[in-house]
């Protein structure tokens, strides 16, 4: 009984979660899912972590583009575009924060 519990509750949270990012045709990307420390990441770590921010942001700026298309063609509404614009794009500004200060960081230790 608790394994066919645990599936149902897993299947209630993907069905909940797997309509959130997809609206009218455009899908919220992923935002990484991790940024180094700064206290122990390499160069290449690093490295590795702007150019996957370089390609989240490529993403959401596709996304957002997505969203206006649909709304020009009134397939959602101005208000809805841009309340999930602006989700997206706060959400872009935080993980670029995130980065930024471990960025730093990282340069003060002589990395």
């Not at 370089?54 to 709304?71: G, I, P, Q, R």
């Not at 670029?96 to 340069?107: G, S």
Request: charged share 25%; aromatic share 6%; with cysteine.
């Amino acid at each position: 009984m608790r394994r066919h519990t645990l599936w149902v509750a897993f299947a209630m949270v993907a069905g909940c979660l797997s309509g959130l990012p997809a609206v009218a045709g455009c899908n919220l990307p992923p935002a990484p899912s991790k940024v180094p420390e700064a206290a122990t990441a390499t160069e290449e770590e690093m490295i590795a972590a702007m150019q996957t921010l370089k390609h989240y942001n490529v993403d959401v700026t596709n996304y957002c583009k997505c969203l206006e298309f649909e709304s020009s063609q009134s397939r959602l509404s101005r208000d809805e575009q841009e309340r999930l614009h602006n989700s997206a794009i706060d959400g872009l500004k935080t993980i670029a924060d995130k980065f930024n200060e471990q960025v730093r960081l990282f340069k003060a230790k002589g990395g």
